[in-house]
């Protein structure tokens, strides 16, 4: 099926044509239209074509007005002001437009496909082997899984990619260390979860680090194992792989936990571009983009400087022959563009790394791997904060564990539905808390602008007033209430039928959705659909305060406002399905 035109579409496509025949010369200007609290919709665009015609925009406007194709579509069109243009929409256009959408034979509501769509290689959800996923690991995870959706179900070819830290000293420290305190390593009999073999592991990470930066004996030992790491010992190597398979076991378990799919291989971690760094310093060398500096190669940038004014440079390859971060993502860049075939490169990362990006991306692009074909962007993100303003920390000043809170996230929520529903099971409670605890930890996140810090606050989370994935899917279970019900009335559009101003306001709204998924997918921007959404549910809410559904007048109006109720409910459903949030039937 095709896409189902929008209202707006619609509109703009008739004002355009009727600004074309007024005044030829501004073929193709835009009339500039926006919903309105006027009247349906607004045009304020003829101001300005106006001035650049030197004429009275009142009588241009008026001119428009006379050449307007009115149609099914168009009720009204009032000249306002100065010059603007207010257009009321017939209510049988509004019920054929949702009409056409839910008849969408593939369930998409009518939402097109992008017209151009690429290969875009995502880089998000990027823990660390050998210690636990923290609250700083969230905002990746849940960013980067709704842009991958709202991308794919868009048409864009999208390729994962979970860049774990996986390489490097660190593992060198680790590995020496165990080998030097094999005690330590408390594999109980019968087995350990994954949750608590990574906090052995990380228990163990952390008297690492503490030897290592007390003791320059073990660093030198700690060192030379990194060596023997690379050059692929198989003893430490096997070790290496042992640490790497335990975080992967916890890393799924808490993925999972956060409703989220990742596939082993999607993890092409670190130690993935191992084979490729000196190939890459060889080409960058070679080029010039890249030049020895005290034995360490490096590009330098002359709008780049540091405090004391001199240019930062980026270090890829450092003196004593080891690589760092970047030699690592230059390398997957090479990888990403000329193996996977990437026309977009997108990295959700954390805004602190900005400049290090910036960096990154600029070399590649003095080496030709990135270009105007082939893009790379850094979607940052801002901080988790507590409720004070400050970076989450629990009271004794650690960093919060992720399955920690998302556990008393689900706790809490239970609580929310055992409150509301006072005759379920334990089992069933617990059935409904985790979609509705889970829900509200990522709408929380995607609600807020990425490049924005948010503070986590459980208690407004799982409320059921305002701007939370609750009020959402509370919406959403009381539209499937109704549905219930109605027994064996169906949903049923009647266009002939005149509409209130809240059924005209909800029908308006629900028409834009296809508009703001693909918005939100070219933006990258989750926090349009979050808005959208939350705004739908809001109008709903004002519906169902003033339209009764079941005891309305006549049977044709009972089945258009189920019709209503149920073109909300798909579009609540679909929505929050591209968020990465469930909306339970019942809550």
């Known amino acids: 099926m095709a896409s189902v035109q929008s209202l707006t579409a619609s509109v703009h496509q008739r004002l355009a044509t009727a600004l074309t025949a007024a005044l030829p010369e501004a073929a193709g200007a835009d009339p500039l239209l926006r919903r309105s609290d006027r009247a349906d919709y607004q045009a304020n665009g003829i101001l300005a074509l106006a001035k650049k015609a030197k004429a009275n925009p009142r009588e241009l406007a008026t001119q428009v007005v006379a050449q307007v194709v009115a149609g099914d579509l168009i009720r009204d069109v009032e000249v306002s002001g100065p010059g603007f243009l207010n ?108 949750e608590e073999a990574m906090s052995n592991l990380d228990r163990l990470y952390k008297a690492a680090r503490r030897l290592f930066d007390s003791d320059e004996e073990f660093k030198t030992r700690a060192r030379r194992r990194v060596v023997d790491l690379q050059a692929g010992e198989p003893r430490t190597l096997a070790m290496w792989q042992k640490f790497v398979d335990e975080s992967k076991i916890y890393f799924f378990s808490v993925f999972e936990k956060l409703d989220m799919e990742v596939r082993d291989a999607d993890i092409v971690g670190e ?55 970047a030699a690592t993502d230059l390398s997957a860049i090479r990888d990403r563009v ?113 490049s924005r810090d948010y503070k986590f606050d459980l208690d407004q989370m799982v409320s059921l007033n305002g701007d939370t994935s609750v009020y959402l899917q509370y919406a959403y279970a009381r539209i499937q209430s109704i549905l219930r019900k109605a027994g064996e009335v169906r949903p049923s559009a009647h266009p002939e039928l005149d509409l209130s101003d809240a059924e005209r306001a909800l029908g308006l709204h629900a028409d834009q959705f296809a508009e703001t998924v693909a918005e939100a997918a070219r933006e990258y921007a989750p926090h349009k659909l979050a808005a959208y959404l939350y705004q739908l549910a809001s109008l709903y809410t004002s519906f169902y305060d003033k339209c009764p559904v079941l005891k309305a007048e006549t049977p044709a109006q009972v089945e258009n406002r189920l019709f209503l109720c149920d073109i909300t409910a798909r579009t609540l459903h679909e929505g929050m399905a591209l968020l990465g949030i469930r909306t339970p039937a019942k809550l």
């Open 338 to 450: 000329f193996n996977l075939k990437a026309t977009t490169l997108l990295y959700v990362v954390d805004a602190r790394q900005a400049l290090h990006f910036r960096m990154v991306f600029e070399t590649a692009r003095r080496a030709g791997w990135l270009n105007d074909d082939v893009t790379a962007q850094q979607l940052a993100f801002g901080t988790v904060l507590g409720k004070d303003g400050k970076p989450f920390k629990t009271r004794e000043g650690e960093t919060v564990k992720l399955q920690d809170l998302l556990d008393e996230a689900v706790e809490r929520a239970s609580a929310v539905v055992r409150e509301k529903a006072q005759d379920l099971s334990e089992q069933e409670i617990a059935e409904r808390g985790t979609p509705v605890g889970i829900g509200a930890v990522k709408y929380a996140d995607l609600s807020t602008s990425a």
């Open 271 to 325: 130690s993935g571009y191992n084979d490729m760094l000196h190939e890459t310093c060889r080409l960058l060398e070679e080029s010039g983009v890249a030049v020895r500096s005290e034995g360490a190669l490096c590009v330098f940038f002359d709008d780049i400087k540091g405090p004391d004014g001199n240019p930062v440079p980026l270090i890829v390859q450092k003196s004593d022959g080891g690589f760092g971060y």
């Open 87 to 194: 257009i009321t929409l017939t209510d049988r256009a509004i019920t054929e437009t949702l009409a056409a959408r839910a008849a969408d034979p593939e369930g998409r509501l009518g939402v097109p496909f992008a017209e151009h769509p690429g290969t875009t290689v995502i880089d998000y959800a990027q823990p660390n082997v050998a210690k636990e996923m923290h609250v700083g690991h969230l905002r990746s995870a849940v960013i980067g899984d709704a842009v991958v959706k709202l991308l794919e179900f868009t048409g864009e070819s999208v390729v994962r990619r979970h860049h774990i830290g996986d390489w490097g000293t660190q593992f060198g420290m680790l590995i020496q260390y165990l080998d030097e305190h094999p005690h330590e390593l408390d594999h109980k009999a019968g087995g350990i979860s994954g």
